[in-house]
């Protein structure tokens, strides 16, 4: 199960998601991801901390979203990814693809103006 939620700062969408992004909830955030880039953020900022679990089908999800919002000019940041979250992307080696970050590093860079 995965809890959803959305948080607009001006120009900049914060896609907050916690527990367990699954293979079986894809189609919810999806769904919440049309919403999103139908708005035309210049940002779109996905709070990974609640996160506990992954799984490959997620995984490819958000590869997806980062290629749709390189194709759209929207930059997509990753913020707060868990530790074990965190080596999978290392090994999975989309660190080289993702921009991620900490939660403090994103609000001073792109919220502070706000």
């Known amino acids: 199960m995965i809890e959803i939620s959305t948080e607009e700062r001006g120009k900049i969408i914060i896609l907050k998601l916690v527990g367990e992004f699954y293979i079986e909830n894809l189609s919810e955030v999806e769904?919440?991801?049309?919403?999103?880039?139908?708005?035309?953020?210049?940002?779109?900022?996905?709070d990974c901390k609640g996160i506990t679990h992954i799984d490959?089908?997620?995984?490819?999800?958000?590869?997806?979203?980062?290629?749709?919002?390189?194709?759209?000019?929207?930059?997509?940041?990753?913020?707060?990814?868990?530790?074990?979250?965190?080596?999978l992307f290392e090994v999975a080696r989309l660190h080289r693809f993702f921009t991620i970050t900490t939660r403090e590093r994103f609000e001073s860079k792109f919220c502070a103006s706000i």
Do not use: C, G
């Open 56 to 87: 490959s089908t997620a995984i490819s999800t958000l590869v997806k979203f980062l290629n749709e919002a390189m194709t759209k000019n929207i930059r997509l940041i990753f913020y707060d990814l868990n530790p074990s979250v965190q080596r």
């Open 31 to 46: 769904h919440v991801w049309r919403n999103i880039v139908i708005r035309k953020p210049r940002v779109i900022a996905v």
